[in-house]
Nanobody, 121 residues
Framework: QVQLVESGGGLVQPGGSLRLSCAAS????????MGWYRRAPGKQRELVAT???????NYADSVKGRFTISRDNAKNTVWLQMDSLKPEDTAVYYC???????????????WGQGTQVTVSS
């Protein structure tokens, strides 16, 4: 019922930029925290950045100063602007959203399918 559709991944050279987008659709009553996670080859999934419904942000130390997360509540969309990309940023990036599908229910987490980001010269 609920889908998170991601776009913007691809191949970029070190020092380049990419902008990831994730739009939530379907039976959604309210969206709370949204965020981006990533999984590099041979490593566990890790938090990249999160943003609350009121705009409070949180970043992993490895991306502070280079990545910026933002959202548009009216469009149920979250973005991740990635600048000064490094080879170490290569990973599959996943969009996440904590939301309610009905007013009288509990918060559940939903995930996008993942989008590949490759930083290489």
């Amino acid at each position: 019922q609920v889908q998170l559709v991601e776009s913007g991944g691809g191949l970029v050279q070190p020092g380049g930029s990419l902008r990831l987008s994730c739009a939530a659709s379907g039976s959604i009553y309210s969206i709370f925290e949204m965020g981006w996670y990533r999984r590099a080859p041979g490593k566990q999934r890790e938090l990249v950045a999160t943003i609350g419904s009121a705009g409070t942000t949180n970043y992993a130390d490895s991306v502070k100063g280079r990545f910026t997360i933002s959202r548009d509540n009216a469009k149920n969309t979250v973005w991740l602007q990635m600048d000064s990309l490094k080879p170490e940023d290569t990973a599959v990036y996943y969009c996440n959203a904590d939301l309610l599908i009905r007013r009288y229910s509990s918060i559940s987490g939903y995930w996008g399918q993942g989008t590949q980001v490759t930083v290489s010269s």
